[in-house]
């Protein structure tokens, strides 16, 4: 055992992961010798050497589409694109190609990379450094797009990603990446029986009965902390985590409402057209009947991500969570 | 006009004559012309039975390669078998020298399929048509053929417009950094559709490479010969460890962009003319003949061909449409719930109407 | 009065623009001599000129960075992304760069500038040309989206999206640029007094009072097709072209189901995280309590636009939208 | 460890000694040397001071420009009052040279803002953080002002690293076919965060633009003459119609990437020292007392940086956070019901706790 953050969790699982499988390739800006500008692949260049840990010319078409090309050749490259806003000029490759390659292939190549993106706000970071894009991956099928909320997640959501054999595309809550956790870093998650086959499962972050709050990734955390308070007041709510945003896991969250018939969906992305609308509208339909309340939604605002002296008025905090919980204990 | 500029690398001269060049020779045998010829004329066959084929509604769409058979045909059988390709839409030729059923190939363009074969049978991938995709995937390629010591080299090819798009820059920057045994033909056939190279390049393109510090030649791609010669020597160049090299083949594209351009629109009969007269089927034919060639090799490739026709004719009709569940198979390679659950709502739903009617589309372009 | 195909109306509102404001230039791939793919832009070059109709190089990211540049000198670039397909490659440009200059800048730079679109399937084309990627856009605060559903609003809509302060992303409905209308096609829409000021506003495309169809761009006529037949099963369908995705007219929609009490919501792109699901998630916040049943939705499937020759069972039709209309009556 | 090449266009040793040049020549008073001397110590103090107020929490981050400022102040100094600059997001001595007041600059380092100036009011455009996406504007931009009969240039700047993005590519194939009036520099600063040029160019980059179809000239970056005497070659040759130009200055990034970096782990001390001694200020200083300039004039230059130093230190702590109207203004140009909706929803909901906090970010980087 040992206490690692985040951060750590997911170096420790990227080396695992490499040791497990020669055909393991880290592809990204600054990943080498610098360690990334999160340090999460620190010291992997130095172990595996350059041809394992690549820190490429500077173009995200290129180190994405290059990666789709070792991919079919049956390597298992995983790429760090360095923050989510820089993403975009790899979006051709992998809407048109990374998604879609296999089903256009009739099975015949199949592609095994992943996509690490370090996504969300609360660093006070310049723009385009803290933006939440997971709804355009989601909405785009050939894509698995996952997200893990905690150290201990992050490190055996990352071994099971590479393990895969489909595309995944894995945001990592740059603002929790140093929250700590105590880790059993000795194990290599796919030598576990279960291998991947919970990867896309939701988690019950804590158990509730009044209200189920749905969140992923960053706002999980707060979600707990929304909870907690609540507690005070007399509130007991269900905190979900969802894991994973495509697939996802609906009989999980149906469950829940079904218990609750209240839910409130939390994440940083902007409301509009967000994931969070997808969680409404489903549930609504399977539950109908059952909800007690309309869905709410706790969201990012429709603008581009703000000044980083006002993110924290765009960003969904506890009192806000509480404000919708209230709102929807009302109905 | 558009006429054929003379810093061409050339062999065979469309009057059939073979000449010399400085740089590159070729050691070959008439039977070995005569195989070649062989190849130029089945293709030239199928990609007319293929437009045909449009014609009478058996396609939704072709792209023709008319013009362009001898750029593909030398790149093609310049390969060895371990190579792999990533070509654009067009390299009918080249797929044929990988051993590509013809047929296969129809399928994208009935609508059957997104695909068509197995790039690995025939270490030859799916065409693609997001121009310059294909490029850094070749390149990705070649980079895990270095750590696997392969020692085979990539072919992929693009087109003049194709050129401008980043993804086919940014493949240049990393077979250059990566020093990787990627080959980059761009078949220069004059056109992006309706844009001319004026529209699309100040200077010609194989000077592109230059400047991402790797060679570029410039051949006569019209001229088989010439073609093998140079595409030969580039592979060779990879695959000894000294990078990549950029091929243009100067051609031209005789038909129309697809069954759905109409290029009388944007250019001159005069100019396909000209074109016409330096095609690259026929300067071989002159060669031939002025090496007494007997007209029984004409007549049994004439024969081949016509059973080739037959064959691409009677295999486009076969070619089946996907049923429901071959839809959504293969959307993931492991079960995905989303894709299990409306796969089986659409099941129940078409199971009211007893299966899935067959398609009507409305319009058509 | 004349009649004009969706395709010749576009052409004929392209026309009025450039004669009404010389700084309106339009780049696309072979838009000039060839007229576009589509020959919307049929004649203009030779009418304007290759200043002002502009076929340049096979780069979209190159097209669109350029035409924001030119936006940033007052001009009013109208691009055309042959199609929907092969807008990705400019994604990063229309994300980092359309989307935000003008919040950047604080107001200082205005981007007045269009992005054309041919989009949607139903045409038998091969992969790459059917997409329906809106929600992409839609979710990208600082753009506006719209997509008219016949050749009338087509024409007056481009004319009022060229003359817009903001960057427009105007999908055209391919399937239906051969359908006619008859337009007066003198008229310059923008000498009119409302100028632009309806532009984002929904329409009710048929009055009903059982059920309510929204769609928008290709599926219109569709669901005016399915309300004709549902007409004869005595079922009273009102249909809604929403004509803008954002700004989205939700007043014009409340209204409509505050009165219906049932919503049915039709687009091609897959359901999954589909605009459909902001407008199911939406009302049903808005209309907890005047909801008879939940909102279906009926739309594309979550996989990659599959092969033309089964398109039809990709595709929302006639009979799966009376088919979710009967399941949302039975409530 | 990396040392400068001999191939450099280079009009002052950094000796101090001035030198002369085969294609470039500059005539210049001292008096002209001394007012670029004084451009370059101040911006270095402009610098230093960030640096300084990002130690002590007043700015989130800033990204330093010491070493590159003979290359900035040469590009800009050259520039005329028409001519507009699309800058990467390093380029603090070109906005000096074109009037931006440093304060504004710091707005987006410390959080205040995404822009911070009015491009129009300096022609000089807001930083832009997406690598190459400004080179595509600044084509653009050019490609307007040739419809406006302009006669102006653009300029527009990238690094390295920034050389390899499809979009700087793309910009290189716009300006070359519409013969568009930029100028592309390339400022070589060796290092993209922490990729050395190894990792990013197979051949030096100022050989890039020859396929493009346009020249590339190579200069020593931190000789402010040389710079100066190239940018303004540049400049006229596209505004005589010649079209675009490359300028690679071949510099050196003294400090860190950003004040995030922390270059001691991918590059040595030793490194770093042959450079300081190659300092493009210093090498001025030798030429100036080279030629008696009078204490003085380095007083008098002195005690500018002093005053700008006070200015920007109080300037920095006043710059105001957005209000929270603010911060909803601008999504659009005209009204959005959403954005509308959300802005009272916000501004009822912050009522209840007396407005808008004040902000606390969690972590940082
Ligand atoms: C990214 C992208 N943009 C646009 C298109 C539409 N398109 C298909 S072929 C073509 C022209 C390609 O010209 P070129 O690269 O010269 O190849 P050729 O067709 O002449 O072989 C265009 C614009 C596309 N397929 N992909
Ligand atoms: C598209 C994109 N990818 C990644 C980044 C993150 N990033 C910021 S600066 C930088 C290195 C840039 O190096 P270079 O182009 O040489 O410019 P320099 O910082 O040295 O001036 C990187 C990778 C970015 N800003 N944009
Ligand atoms: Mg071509
Ligand atoms: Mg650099």
């Known amino acids: 055992m040992a206490t690692l953050t985040m951060a750590k969790a997911i170096n420790t699982g990227l080396r695992h992961a490499m040791k497990r499988d020669d055909k393991v390739v880290l592809m990204g800006e600054d990943i080498g010798k610098l360690g990334g500008v999160f340090r999460v692949t620190d010291g992997l260049q130095a172990e595996f050497g350059d041809m394992r840990v690549v820190d490429p010319p500077l173009a995200e078409s290129g180190i994405v589409g290059t990666a789709v090309g070792m991919a079919m050749r049956g390597w298992r490259p995983v790429v760090e694109i360095q923050f989510d806003g820089f993403v975009y000029p790899a979006f051709d490759q992998i809407v048109s190609q990374v998604a879609k390659q296999h089903y256009r292939s009739a099975g015949k190549t199949t592609l095994s990379m992943v996509i690490r993106i370090p996504y969300g706000g609360g660093i006070g970071a310049i723009e385009h450094h803290s933006e939440s894009p997971e709804a355009y991956f989601a909405h785009t099928a050939g894509l698995r797009v996952i997200s893990p909320a905690n150290p201990i997640d992050a490190y055996e959501m990352i071994q099971q990603a590479i393990a895969h054999p489909d595309p995944v595309i894995f945001f990592e809550p740059k603002r929790r990446y140093w929250d700590k956790a105590e880790i059993d870093d000795s194990v290599d998650v796919m030598d576990r029986p279960e291998g991947y086959s919970q990867l896309f499962d939701a988690r019950i972050a804590r158990e509730g009965s009044d209200l189920t709050l749905v969140a992923y990734g960053p706002m999980v955390k707060t979600c707990l902390e929304a909870a907690a308070a609540a507690a005070n007041e007399g509130l007991n709510l269900e905190v979900l985590d969802l894991r994973s945003l495509t697939p996802l896991d609906f009989e999980t969250v149906v469950r829940s409402v079904t218990k609750t018939g209240r839910m409130v969906v939390v994440h940083e992305a902007p409301q509009f057209a967000g994931i969070g609308a997808e969680i409404a509208a489903r549930v609504t339909e399977k539950c109908f009947w059952t909800m007690q309340a309309p869905v709410l939604r706790v969201a990012g605002l429709y603008m581009p991500y703000p000044a980083a002296r006002v993110e924290h008025a765009f960003l969904p905090d506890l009192d806000r969570i509480l404000d919708a919980v209230d709102k929807a204990m009302e109905y | ?365």
């Not at chain 2, 086919?168 to 990566?178: I, K, P, Q, R, W």
């Not at chain 2, 990879?238 to 250019?267: C, K, M, Q, W």
């Not at chain 2, 090496?291 to 037959?310: G, H, I, N, R, Y």
């Not at chain 2, 049923?323 to 079960?335: A, G, K, R």
């Open chain 2, 1 to 365: 006009m558009l006429t054929a500029p003379d810093d061409l690398i050339q062999l065979l001269t469309h009057e059939g004559k073979r000449v010399t060049h400085p740089d590159f020779s070729l050691d070959i045998s008439d039977d070995e012309i005569r195989a070649l010829y062989r190849d130029l004329f089945l293709v030239r066959r199928f990609d007319n039975e293929a437009t045909a084929l449009q014609r009478q509604g058996e396609l939704a769409l072709w792209a023709q390669c008319q013009g362009q058979e001898a750029a593909q045909i030398g790149a093609g059988r310049a390969l060895s078998a371990g190579d792999f390709v990533f070509p654009s839409y067009r390299e009918h030729g080249i797929a044929w020298t990988r051993g590509v059923d013809p047929v296969q190939i129809l399928g994208m363009f009935r609508g059957t399929t997104n695909g068509g074969w197995d790039p690995y049978a025939h270490n030859f991938g799916l065409y693609t048509v997001v121009i310059g995709n294909q490029c850094l995937h070749a390149v990705g390629y070649a980079m895990a053929g270095l750590r696997e010591n392969a020692g085979d080299v990539v072919l992929t090819c693009f087109g003049d417009g194709g050129s401008n798009q980043g993804d086919v820059s940014e493949a240049f920057v990393f077979a250059g950094v990566y020093n990787a045994p990627v080959v980059f033909l761009c078949q220069n056939n004059q056109y992006a559709i309706s844009e001319p190279n004026t529209r699309q390049m100040r200077v010609p393109i194989y000077q592109r490479s230059s400047g991402f510090g790797f060679p570029g030649y410039r051949v006569d791609g019209n001229d088989v010969l010439a073609m093998f010669a140079v595409m030969r020597f580039a592979y060779e160049h990879a695959r000894s460890g000294n990078g990549p090299v950029l091929v243009e083949a100067f051609t031209y594209r005789i038909g129309n962009h697809t069954t759905s351009d109409d290029a009388t629109r944007y250019r001159d009969a005069a100019e396909v003319e000209y074109w016409k007269e330096r095609d690259p089927i026929l300067r071989v034919k002159r060669y031939l003949d002025s090496v007494k060639t007997p007209q029984s090799f004409f007549d049994e490739v004439e024969a081949a061909a016509e059973e080739l026709a037959v064959r691409i004719r009677s295999g486009a009709r076969q070619l089946a449409d996907p049923t429901l569940d071959e839809m959504f198979t293969n959307v993931y390679s492991q079960p995905h719930p989303l894709v299990q659950q409306e796969h089986q709502e659409m099941t129940e739903y078409f199971a009211q109407f007893g299966g899935m009617q067959s398609p009507h589309s409305e319009g058509g372009h």
